[in-house]
């Protein structure tokens, strides 16, 4: 079988993500709710992150040296998963273009990206990937693994490009074996991108296309996401394996119910993992977005952006990957309730 040396594998079921052929928090509920085969994840996006721009990569130095790391960075990230995991996480996002170093910017002149500009992989950025994969994997954690960023698909330099890019990422984990990742095929499409087929009109045709990349039957689960409170429009729920919101920008959590529900009423829609996989809101408990996407069968994730407030948040860089503020320490804390506790310990 595909994969049979590793550890951990992602499966779908319907709506029931499954790990290693068993639903994610079997048999568990939160306030009289399943939530068995969710998936709960955290926007961890930089931890790949190097800048290639040697006017901004200062930007990103630590406090405490004066300069930038990446290797510190993924190895910090490293040392933190075992945490996220005991805390009841299953699953971090991160990207090969990364994300806004700054939490949010309109414009981003930093050069991030996995890619060259013919859309061949740079190794040095692989070698990061390889560690974040292989942690997960022996700790029983899923990658959602982005592949395209807004601000950075530019420095692919053409169509064929990106096309080259899904192609040598996608082979590039098969060679590896890996079976623990959902691919999220960009980051927002329907926020500009440099690349038509990237963006939402045309987005469908790169989903599919990771579709077709298999080895031995096995081929990743695949979608990709929208901005905050937007759903994906019929093809892209038509084409797949999981549905990926955003509910940043929403502010009441009865709109995540109504994109849960929303999605269930496409024409193409059917049953498939909804899973938030970025949403800044907070204040956890019964009236946040979190308890919106428990009730509405769906799956949340927590994106802190800190805001350009270096240190606090998990995307501002540089980035404290420990549990290191009253933020961090709510959600991972409201999180081992909902999802109770572990019994055994994983391997690290």
């Known amino acids: 079988m595909f994969g049979s040396g590793r550890h951990t ?16 928090y079997e048999g568990r509920t939160h306030e009289g709710r399943s939530i068995e085969g969710r998936l709960f994840n955290s926007r961890m996006i930089q931890a790949l992150f190097d800048d290639a721009n040697p006017e901004t990569v200062d930007n990103w130095a630590y406090p405490d040296t004066d300069t930038w790391d990446p290797e510190r960075n993924v190895g910090e990230f490293l040392a933190a998963m075992p945490e996220w995991y005991a805390h009841g996480l299953r699953a971090v996002t991160i990207n090969l273009q990364c994300g806004s170093p700054e939490g949010y910017s309109s414009d981003q002149p930093w050069i991030v990206s ?4 013919d859309g061949s992989l740079k190794p040095d950025w692989l070698g990061r990937l390889r560690r974040v994969l292989d942690r997960a994997d022996r700790l029983g954690m899923v990658v959602i693994l982005g592949l395209f960023y807004f601000g950075q698909d530019d420095v692919l330099e053409d169509e064929t490009a990106v096309t080259n890019a899904v192609d040598n990422a996608i082979e590039w984990l098969l060679d590896e074996g890996y079976t623990n990742v959902v691919i999220e095929v960009a ?3 329907d926020i500009h991108y440099d690349h038509d087929v990237i963006d939402v009109g045309r987005v469908a045709e790169l989903i599919e296309r990771v579709r077709t990349i298999e080895r031995d039957g096995f081929s990743y689960p695949v979608g990709t996401s929208f901005s905050g409170g937007t759903v994906p429009p019929d093809d892209v729920v038509a084409a797949s394996d999981v549905v990926l919101l955003h509910g940043n920008g929403v502010d009441d959590p009865a709109r995540i119910r109504e994109m849960v529900a929303e999605v269930r009423d496409r024409p193409s829609y059917e049953p498939l993992p909804i899973v938030f996989n970025e949403d800044d809101h907070f204040g956890f408990g ?28 998990y995307q501002s860089l540089p980035v404290r990957w420990d549990s290191n503020t009253a933020r961090k320490k709510a959600f991972f804390g409201y999180l081992a309730g909902v999802t109770g506790p572990e019994d055994g310990s994983p391997s690290s």
């Open 187 to 189: 980051n927002e499409c």
């Open 9 to 24: 594998r992602v499966g779908i079921e319907d709506e029931t993500v499954t790990i290693n052929d068993a639903p994610t």
């Open 286 to 313: 019964s009236v946040s977005n979190l308890d919106a996407a428990i009730e509405s069968g769906a799956s949340w994730g927590y994106f802190d952006p800190g805001h350009n407030d270096y240190w606090h948040g």
């Open 114 to 117: 996995a890619y060259r500009p």
